[in-house]
């Protein structure tokens, strides 16, 4: 390719008017300079002259196929290429601001379209180095690729309405009602007797010694626990509290029973309960 005459050539071109306009831009103050280089300010128009229609100017790329569009086989030839992103084209008139597609895995880029000056066997678009990476193409493998131009348009943008918030009336006093409780209710909140346990039958058969005696212990708890544990095995314990020698200890007691077979069989439930020293009492 031609440097003086090829893509390079325009594109060094390009560049250089790109770095006069930077320069001219920095150089204006307070608004002075070039009408061209001047921002655009972001204005907001009303709809029928309602505030509460605003529509927002906001400029975006738009694609603009009638000024250049082509779907064809891109080439990247392998070479590293200068000025960054760019694909060249023989039908193009105008150096061009673009977006690239890969049609075959999706990957896009935006960069510069020039004008190929030399006819070469092979596909038509001439691809740069960077280009060619950002697109995942390989060297010297054609690769399907659109090409579009781009413009930059004002669109409008119409902001939102704000909803008018439901009208609540204002809720009058609210008075507060006993209501009659149910029968159920009632039911439910009387309180419930707590089941007293069985006490121990009186002795009327006669025997000496209708009770039969667990264990003395000198910690009250201890005496509840076992006799808890009596009375879950479907015996009838009682603890009686006793006082010898100025030291408090309490007894734990099952029966009584009311014949000498019933209370041989207590006693061998006893003892299976592992209380293997219970013997019988008086009391």
Request: a positive charge; proline letters at 9%.
């Amino acid at each position: 390719m031609n440097i003086t005459t090829g893509p390079y050539s325009k594109r060094r071109k390009w560049l250089t008017l790109s770095l006069i306009s930077a320069i001219a831009l920095a150089g204006c103050q307070d608004g002075q300079g070039p009408a061209f280089l001047q921002a655009k300010p972001k204005a907001d128009e009303f709809v029928d002259g309602d505030p509460s229609r605003s529509v927002k100017l906001v400029e975006r790329d738009t694609e603009a196929p009638d000024v250049f569009q082509v779907t064809e086989s891109g080439l990247w030839d392998g070479r590293p290429s200068l000025g960054g992103v760019w694909v060249a084209h023989p039908d193009v008139k105008d150096p061009e601001r673009v977006i690239i597609r890969n049609e075959k895995n999706g990957k896009f880029v935006i960069g510069a379209l020039f004008r190929r000056e030399r006819e070469n066997p092979g596909p038509r678009l001439q691809v740069s180095s960077d280009a060619a990476a950002t697109l995942g193409m390989l060297a010297g493998q054609p690769a399907k690729l659109n090409v579009t131009a781009l413009r930059r348009e004002a669109i409008a943008e119409s902001a939102p309405t704000p909803e008018a918030a439901p009208q609540v009336d204002a809720p009058n006093a609210i008075q507060e009602t006993a209501l009659a409780p149910t029968a159920g209710a009632v039911a439910s909140a009387a309180p419930k007797p707590t089941p007293t346990p069985p006490k121990p039958k009186p002795s009327s058969s006669g025997l000496s010694k209708p009770f039969i005696q667990l264990g003395i212990f000198s910690v009250e708890q201890n005496a509840n626990n076992t006799a808890e544990a009596m009375r879950v095995a479907g015996m009838v314990p009682t603890v009686k509290k006793s006082t010898s020698s100025g030291k408090t200890f309490w007894r734990v007691l099952v029966g009584p029973a009311q014949t000498s077979a019933e209370r041989s069989a207590l006693l061998k439930k006893i003892k299976a309960s592992g209380f293997a020293d219970a013997y019988a009492v008086s009391n």
